[in-house]
């Protein structure tokens, strides 16, 4: 009778850790923000003339430190941290594939710009692969925001593919407080600067093809 006493205790508390542990659980996942992108191409910048080729967007690689819906921040040279309770909304690589995508759709330089799963006919395909993407707060009285990206353009004209174009960009913005939300902004002001200079490159090699 005791044993059976004892093992109705145990069975019991087991359950009510359990619960608490659910608890605990679903309040963790309630307070986690969730974070997209958001780079817009200014109107402010000089139109191109449309160009007559078309262009397909590959789904971007990104840095396996980086494959992760958590933002990741740096706090040392070595030392990498990933934030349960601050996390992008998709997986980081498709959101910069899709809003480099939108900036050169709006820039010109290509008469059409598809993504990866269009079945229409193209001339060139860029891919990217994103070789960092973080918060460098080794200094945390200068927090920065830090984005490193590969962009590749291969000519589909020829018999075999040929890279016509390749570059590294990398860009640092400073932000006002080391933060989830201040972060993002600042990976927004990063990739607008990139993009930017992205679409030169990228009109000015279709300038010189004509």
Aim: with cysteine; hydrophobic share 40%; aromatic share 10%.
């Amino acid at each position: 009778m005791k044993t059976r006493t004892a093992l109705s205790i145990v069975v019991a508390f087991a359950l009510i850790v359990t619960a608490a542990g659910c608890q605990d659980g679903a309040k963790a996942i309630q307070r986690q923000q969730q974070y997209v992108l958001d780079v817009e191409r200014p109107q402010s910048l000089p139109a191109v003339a449309e160009g007559a080729d078309v262009l397909r967007v590959r789904r971007f690689t990104i840095a396996t430190q980086f494959e992760t819906y958590e933002l990741v921040y740096r706090r040392s040279d070595l030392v990498y941290e990933s934030d349960f309770y601050n996390r992008w909304f998709a997986p980081p690589a498709s959101l910069i594939t899709d809003k480099t995508r939108q900036w050169i759709s709006e820039s010109g330089v290509f008469a059409h710009v598809l993504d990866s799963f269009s079945a229409a006919d193209y001339n060139y395909i860029l891919e990217g692969s994103v070789l960092a993407l973080y918060g460098d707060y080794r200094q945390r009285e200068n927090p920065s925001a830090i984005v490193h990206i590969q962009f590749t353009l291969i000519d589909e004209h020829r018999l075999r593919d040929s890279v016509v174009f390749q570059k590294k960009y990398r860009a640092s913005a400073q932000i006002e407080r080391p933060n989830a939300s201040a972060l993002v902004h600042g990976f927004n002001a990063c990739l607008a600067e990139i993009f930017t200079s992205l679409e030169t490159d990228l009109a000015a090699l279709s300038d010189n093809q004509q």
